[in-house]
T-cell receptor, first 113, second 109 residues
Framework: DAGITQSPRYKITETGRQVTLMCHQT?????MFWYRQDLGHGLRLIYY???????DKGEVPDGYVVSRSKTENFPLTLESATRSQTSVYFC????????????FGPGTRLLVL | RKEVEQDPGPFNVPEGATVAFNCTYS??????FFWYRQDCRKEPKLLMS???SGNEDGRFTAQLNRASQYISLLIRDSKLSDSATYLC??????????FGSGTKLNVKP
């Protein structure tokens, strides 16, 4: 049971480049989430999706784009990477929301030079 | 103002000690509450949900005080394996989750 996976696990890119982080879950969970984790801020929600083709902004969506054409995939794209987007990115899924447990992927460590 | 505030610690305690963490939240419309555990350079994992009546899971006890808008986590008989960062999480409007910055616990032999 693969659960929830993220790729790549590590990425170095340059300012201005487009970067896509992938997230894949095998549980057919309805909800998926993208967070970034920075020192002093904890995890902050970037975008979430309630189902295929339904996405909405979280706390810090600027500079990011998401899509969800299939239930199992939820890619996050940085259209033009900036140094301030250097962070650890976690994808999560949950069967439902509210009181449901979120299951996190292993994270992607992104460095923007 | 952050939605969820936690003391960053670190809390350094000996094995067998009892340790308590508190977390405060700012939005009175918050609907559900959780404690997650995060090991160094790993993903967060659910430790326990927090219910209004308080709940216990082995050595761990969680309490919720809606009037004062704080959540607590008590760990009894600390083990070396309890060393981690503990994240307080608050859910608002079902779809949005807010994480505290975490409280670091070091349990020493």
């Amino acid at each position: 049971d693969a659960g929830i996976t993220q790729s790549p696990r590590y990425k170095i890119t340059e300012t201005g480049r487009q970067v896509t982080l992938m997230c894949h879950q095998t549980w057919s969970h309805s909800y998926m989430f993208w967070y970034r984790q920075d020192l002093g801020h904890g995890l902050r929600l970037i975008y979430y999706s309630a189902a295929a083709d339904i996405t909405d902004k979280g706390e810090v969506p600027d500079g990011y784009v998401v899509s969800r054409s299939k239930t199992e995939n939820f890619p996050l794209t940085l259209e033009s990477a900036t140094r301030s987007q250097t962070s650890v990115y976690f994808c999560a899924s949950s069967r439902d929301t509210g009181g449901e447990t979120q299951y996190f992927g292993p994270g992607t460590r992104l460095l923007v030079l | 103002r952050k939605e969820v505030e936690q003391d960053p610690g670190p809390f350094n305690v000996p094995e067998g000690a009892t340790v308590a963490f508190n977390c405060t939240y700012s939005n009175s419309a918050s609907q559900s509450f959780f404690w997650y555990r995060q090991d160094c350079r790993k993903e967060p994992k659910l430790l326990m949900s927090v219910y209004s009546s308080g709940n216990e899971d082995g050595r761990f006890t969680a309490q919720l005080n809606r009037a004062s808008q704080y959540i607590s986590l008590l760990i009894r008989d600390s083990k070396l394996s309890d060393s981690a960062t503990y994240l307080c999480v608050v859910n608002i409007n079902f779809n949005k989750f807010y994480f505290g910055s975490g409280t670091k616990l070091n349990v020493k032999p």
